[in-house]
């Protein structure tokens, strides 16, 4: 047979495809580029393995996979008879979907799961096995097959409770039945399946089952390939409505999601949140840190983000911010929400499920929905209205394989409300966006009230932020949240080096209105006590200024406690270390100041912070475009190199030499193994691995290289 009379087969395929063709097979079926191949024949041996036909399979939507199954169960088509397969029994028309069907196997033939010979298209036999073992549900065509005439003839002489038998197997065409190949007439036939068998309208295929011929079940669905008509494109979205508005109301969810986020983490900052010897948060810290969040349900939300973006983590004892917490404090309003927006992608937990155990059994899951409802998302243009049905409908004909559960993707859209992404139950432009010209400005103005509290009129900048939760407590979340200064907060902000003129000078700074009197006089006497008792570490040394302060802390139960003795008319000294006694004096009501052994006045050290493992990167991905002309370069070398490996193991087999051997897996990877070759027959080698591997019979296509031990 001459080179133009070769049949066209998978690896006659690539061995000619060109660098465009080549390039779009490995970007269509990744695996076949990753790890590196080394040559065409290897593209070759692992295009046709199981491992790789699956994923490949698996990518497809509805609609090629309904082409791919027609294909297997019709056998080999011109494109216009299988547009005109695809119509029988529906009122569509082969012109109507002709486009569609060429563009559908033409993504088929670059992905090298059908070939093209003579006009007339095929699928891969490796292919089949991978599908329904009947193809769209029909029988293998009969050996000697009834016209459509004889068919109808047979069902009309046939009892009609016969019929409703047949009508039990026309999407699945065996059943059971026991001594299925009894000899039975129509005169005989006492049951519907003896009349059925009678009239061969049903045929044993062993002693205990029955088929449906196919030309019966053609007939039955009036020619119809599939239950229901296959469409070209997914379930149509609904039309966008009010645009704008649903815009910016997801940005004012964004907003809320960030001041949420801040919210979070300093509350996990300011309370010991226990670290549970499972690896979450103990329950009952969780709600405490959350209180002043979120509502309950969206609270988790926020947790799981948290957690998952690497903003908190442990230290072995207790959840703290990490460093990434702070660099993300200091971005901007849109480099915050993306972060967020990007750490809701690599939440372990599945949604609907989320809670203070941060962690899930099936995280890959997990993320892959998330990934999977965001994809569909971004098809929707902004304003359109999201529904969980539309949806889940959308990602069925995307991934027909997919069991999609329509409360798990309700859920999905109810973190994408909490995040902005979804507002008004709309689709908003935050969902793909990578800039955003809508964030307001930040500012370094607040509003100060005669009832102690602070009102930022906006988002801060992170510096006022920063010096504003160091000198209030929060009361609410929210942009325009509220923080109320007391005198816990503001001896807070004097243990950490700041002086009353400091505080005081900031108030005037930042204060839109005149800073009221009574934040004045709350400052003026938390100065004023503020350090009128020392504590130096002796175990502890403290030096009071005033005698009956002196005589009430001897009377409590700190003397006990700490083990305080007088050295001095105002000198105490305390066994306990000075945080304890630091401590317990505030208890009693008093505002000590630490001091360092030489006596100098020290602020409270920076906050600690958890470790978090940084994620892991990646792997590289290989530039299909690239590696198609590197392949290309050398184009031929491993299919004209096929001759002298199989003379070469056929040697190796005369001589009874150990050969290393490496060949392609069905998961696509090379392995290298020492074996002793056995027999080379009809394109295989049987071998003998060397270790106790036992005899493998091993496709010659699939070595990529053989050399003696």
């Not at 060429?102 to 007339?120: F, K, N, P, Q």
């Not at 889940?392 to 994408?416: H, M, S, Y």
């Not at 001897?554 to 001095?568: F, K, N, Q, Y």
Request: glycine share 6%.
């Amino acid at each position: 047979m001459s080179a133009a009379e070769e049949p066209t087969t998978l690896a006659s395929t690539i061995r000619n495809l060109d660098a465009q063709s080549l390039s779009r097979l490995l970007t269509l079926r990744p695996d076949l580029a990753n790890p590196t191949p080394r040559d065409l024949a290897e593209v070759s041996s692992r295009a046709s393995t199981h491992a790789s036909i699956n994923a490949a399979i698996s990518s497809l939507d509805r609609w090629r996979l309904s082409l791919l199954t027609a294909l297997a169960a019709l056998g080999d088509l011109s494109l216009a008879e299988l547009a005109d397969a695809l119509c029988q029994g529906w009122p569509a028309t082969p012109e109507a979907i002709q486009a569609d069907v060429v563009d559908g196997i033409s993504d088929l033939l670059d992905m090298a799961l059908v070939l093209e010979d003579s006009g007339r298209l095929h699928v891969i036999q490796i292919v089949t096995t991978h599908l329904p073992g009947y193809p769209a549900g029909l029988a293998p065509v009969s050996v000697t097959p009834m016209d459509i005439d004889k068919v109808t003839e047979r069902l009309a002489q046939a009892d009609p409770k016969a019929r409703s038998v047949l009508e039990r197997l026309v999407w699945s065409p065996t059943g059971h039945v026991p001594n299925a190949c009894r000899s039975v007439t129509p005169a005989t036939a006492t049951t519907p399946v003896e009349t059925a068998l009678a009239h061969r309208l049903l045929r044993p295929l062993d002693d205990n089952t029955v088929i449906l011929p196919r030309e019966v079940a053609l007939v039955l669905r009036g020619n119809r390939l599939f239950t229901e008509q296959p469409s070209p494109a997914p379930p149509p979205w609904p039309e966008p409505r009010q645009t704008t508005l649903v815009n910016r109301a997801g940005l004012g969810t964004a907003l809320e999601a960030v001041s949420a986020m801040s919210a979070l983490l300093e509350a996990v900052e300011r309370h010991d949140c226990a670290l549970l010897a499972s690896g979450g948060i103990a329950k009952r810290d969780a709600r405490i840190v959350l209180s002043r969040v979120a509502p309950e349900d969206d609270a988790w939300v926020y947790l799981a983000l948290a957690a998952a973006g690497g903003f908190i983590g442990a230290d072995g004892r207790s959840w703290l911010p990490t460093p990434l917490a702070d660099r993300w404090r200091t971005d901007s309003l849109w480099g915050q929400w993306v972060s967020l927006r990007d750490a809701w992608r690599s939440i372990p937990q599945l949604p609907g499920n989320l809670n203070n155990t941060l962690d899930a059994s099936a995280p890959a899951t997990a993320r892959a929905w998330r990934r999977l409802v965001h994809r569909e998302l971004r098809t929707a243009e902004p304003g359109t209205p999201i529904k969980a049905e539309v949806v889940a409908n959308r990602i069925r004909w995307r991934q027909p394989g997919t069991t999609v559960n329509d409360a798990l993707i309700e859920a999905v859209l109810d973190e994408c409300r909490v995040l902005g992404m979804v507002a008004l139950d709309a689709s908003t432009d935050l969902i793909d966006a990578r800039t955003c010209t809508d964030m307001p400005e930040r500012t370094d103005d607040v509003i100060l009230q005669s009832d102690l509290t602070a009102v930022a009129p906006g988002p801060l900048t992170p510096d006022t932020a920063a010096d504003l939760a160091l000198l209030a407590d929060r009361e609410s979340t929210g942009i325009a949240g509220v923080r109320r200064f007391n005198r816990a907060s503001l001896r807070r902000a004097l243990d950490a080096g700041w002086t009353g003129e400091r505080v005081r000078q900031w108030w005037a700074k930042h204060s839109l209105g005149d800073v009221p009197q009574g934040l004045l006089v709350l400052l003026d006497d938390v100065v004023r006590d503020y350090g009128r008792v020392s504590v130096a570490a002796a175990g502890a040394l403290l030096e009071v200024d005033d005698p009956a302060a002196v005589e009430a802390i001897l009377r409590s139960s700190l003397a006990t406690d700490a083990g305080l003795r007088r050295v001095g008319p105002q000198v105490l000294v305390a066994q306990a270390e000075p945080e304890q006694v630091l401590a317990r004096l505030r208890q009693l009501g008093m505002s000590p100041v630490a001091r360092d052994a030489h006596g100098d006045v020290f602020s409270t050290p920076p906050p600690p912070r958890g470790k978090v493992e940084a994620p892991a990167s990646p792997a590289p991905q290989t530039n299909p475009v690239e590696l198609a002309a590197s392949l290309l370069d050398n184009r031929g070398r491993g299919f004209s190199d096929r001759r002298q490996l199989i003379a070469q193991l056929h040697q190796a087999q005369q001589n009874g030499t150990w050969m290393h051997i490496e060949r392609v897996v069905d998961d696509g990877t090379s392995v290298r193994q020492t074996v002793r070759i056995m027999a080379v027959a009809a394109g295989a080698v049987r071998c003998g691995i060397r270790g106790g591997g036992g005899v493998a019979i091993v496709p010659v296509s699939r070595i990529t290289s053989c050399q003696p031990a």
